[in-house]
């Protein structure tokens, strides 16, 4: 009968090329201790990598109006990286989606996150991260409970989030993080205070920060103590 799985013990590698989508080229190449690749109708459907597991996703976008514009020898040069690794990976093309577990770090560009657990979706090109999450990219941190990444807009969204920006640290239900590093919170806190229940902060509402230029708020209320 047909097989409904294969195992890759030691060293273990997997190229996938995908051909279903005519707007991008794409290649993941992943490797790991062992990986076991199952079979649904005689098509390979689910790869699960466990141990040591590292790996980079690269995509290039074509022209919607000329999909030939771009040549796949090109491909080594205009392509777009997203270098992972984490103890487990689990890829699902029916879905084309990957989800990483365990201490689990992606670097895409000047970005680098760090989390428990991480989903891609690589149609959409977003991710979302789960488990402690920590977005770092150039001097800015943002951390927080959970974590949205657009991959085309380059902006985020963190909840429960804080950062830290020119001696300052931001507290806020939901932080909003823009490609030119512009933050805008919602329900936030201000302060200069580094204790986890800071003797005074600035709350308001609606903010929105931009990089090493002003702070707007809408309304703004000064708090001392709890």
Not at 52 to 67: A, H, I, K, R
Not at 170 to 187: A, M, P, Q, T, V
């Amino acid at each position: 009968g047909n097989p409904d799985r294969s195992v890759v013990i030691g060293n273990a590698q997997s190229i996938y090329v995908p051909g279903d989508n005519p707007d991008e080229i794409a290649c993941n190449d992943v490797l790991g201790d062992t990986i076991t690749i199952y079979f649904k109708n005689k098509k390979v459907n689910t790869v699960d990598v466990v141990g040591n597991m590292s790996g980079v996703y690269s995509f290039l976008s074509l022209d919607e109006q000329d999909p030939d514009s771009v040549q796949v020898t090109d491909f080594a040069l205009a392509k777009e990286d997203v270098v992972y690794s984490g103890h487990q990976a689990e890829f699902k093309l029916g879905q084309r989606t990957i989800l990483f577990d365990g201490d689990a770090v992606l670097d895409y560009g000047t970005m680098n996150l760090g989390a428990g657990h991480i989903r891609l979706d690589t149609n959409s090109r977003e991710l979302y991260a789960s488990e402690s999450p920590l977005l770092i990219d150039g001097s800015q941190k943002i951390a927080g409970e959970n974590m949205a990444y657009n991959f085309e807009n380059k902006s985020s969204a963190v909840l429960d989030a804080v950062t830290m920006m020119e001696d300052y640290y931001y507290i806020g239900e939901k932080i909003k993080r823009f490609d030119n590093g512009d933050l805008k919170i919602k329900s936030g806190k201000m302060t200069s205070c580094d204790k986890s229940e800071p003797h005074y902060h600035f709350w308001s509402d609606k903010m929105k920060i931009r990089m090493k230029d002003k702070v707007f708020a809408q309304p703004v209320v000064i708090k001392i103590g709890k």
